[in-house]
């Protein structure tokens, strides 16, 4: 069966929106084809009428790849809408501290993150971090009633908590890199350092969320392509000023710092060390083994030597 190429496929004009900063981008169909990135909209979805800003500008999609649900969007945001949806924020914050100052007062051991008006304001949504399950129905009770809205609590983890809020980032960004534009999280592991030859540092390695940072993940793959050919740690080699043991490796400057098995260290391109064979590591094992016995018997002779000494000593006295 033939598929349809592009100029024969169904065209819809469609855009991406956000509802906050650097969450989900969702389709809407649009007949406006000026509208722009930034650009504050009001759209339909299960929460009700809302406002959007647009993250990917109005261009041509197939009908074909558009989500079965897609809805259509509103129409652009009125400076009228615009100063409503802002009401309609401090209204939340002023709903917000009170669901705090109860939560206080009900001592759960929950974090109040963030607060929304839905459903045309009929409802509001509180966001909380917490590290178990909790009993909130007491509150939400206490709250429905000063509140006179709909209450849905909603539980986030830290990650998500520090995408909520934002903060000044550690290498000194004015916001977080998770709140700023990255739309998921990604798997982070301790195996991400080590692979770009990172010091397994909890203090430097964690992020304000208390997770490993997210921008670990952000050169692994150039890191990994850069290591395919480099040797491994512990591997010995043969380099121009003899044999020795890779003790550490600069992945970007394609370095190896090697202790050398006649003394000191010293560090070689890579392209200047050769793995030895098998044969040759088995025979490096067994004269470094002779050597370490000399050394051996050559430390006992010395310490022989040294008691009889302060023995003839103790004679005399």
């Known amino acids: 069966m033939n598929t349809p190429g592009p100029e024969t496929q169904e065209m ?9 900063t650097a969450s989900t981008i969702y389709t809407y169909l649009t007949d406006d084809e000026a509208l722009s990135s930034g650009d ?28 079965s649900n897609v809805r259509k969007l509103l ?15 401090e209204k939340a914050l002023a709903c917000f501290r009170v669901a705090d100052a109860l939560t206080h007062e009900y001592q759960l051991p929950l974090k109040l993150v963030d607060g929304e008006l839905v459903e045309d304001g009929k409802k509001i949504r509180f966001v909380f971090s917490a590290e178990d399950r909790i009993d909130f129905r007491g509150l939400v009770k206490d709250l429905a009633r000063q509140l ?7 539980q986030v983890g830290a990650r998500d908590e520090t995408k909520y809020r934002g903060c000044l980032g550690a290498c000194g960004q004015v916001t977080t890199c998770c709140s ?10 301790i195996g991400m350092a080590k692979a770009q030859g990172l010091a397994p540092n909890p203090a430097k ?14 050169e692994q793959e150039q890191y990994l392509e850069a290591r395919k050919d480099l040797l491994k740690m ?29 003394g000191g260290e010293s560090r070689f391109a890579a392209a200047e060390c050769t793995p030895l064979s098998s044969a040759e590591r088995t025979a490096r094992d067994r004269a470094l083994e002779m050597q370490r016995g000399k050394e051996q018997e050559a430390r006992e002779e010395k310490e022989m030597k040294r008691e009889k000494r302060q023995s003839r000593l103790r004679e005399k006295k």
């Open 12 to 20: 819809r004009l469609a855009v991406g929106v956000q509802y906050r």
């Open 40 to 67: 504050r909209v009001m759209v339909e979805s299960e929460l009700g009428r809302g406002m959007a800003t647009v993250i990917v500008p109005p261009r041509q999609v197939p009908k074909a790849s558009l989500p």
């Open 75 to 89: 129409h652009r945001a009125s400076p009228e809408e615009i100063h409503g949806e802002n009401l309609k924020r």
């Open 148 to 154: 006179n809205l709909r209450i849905e609590m909603i």
């Open 180 to 189: 700023t534009f990255l739309r998921q999280f990604r798997p982070i592991s």
């Open 205 to 218: 390695l964690t992020g304000l969320c208390g997770k490993l940072k997210c921008c670990l993940a952000y």
């Open 234 to 262: 512990g591997a010995v080699v043969r380099t121009p000023r003899g044999v020795g043991k890779i003790a550490a490796i600069n992945i970007l400057a394609r370095q190896y710092s090697l202790r050398l098995d006649e």
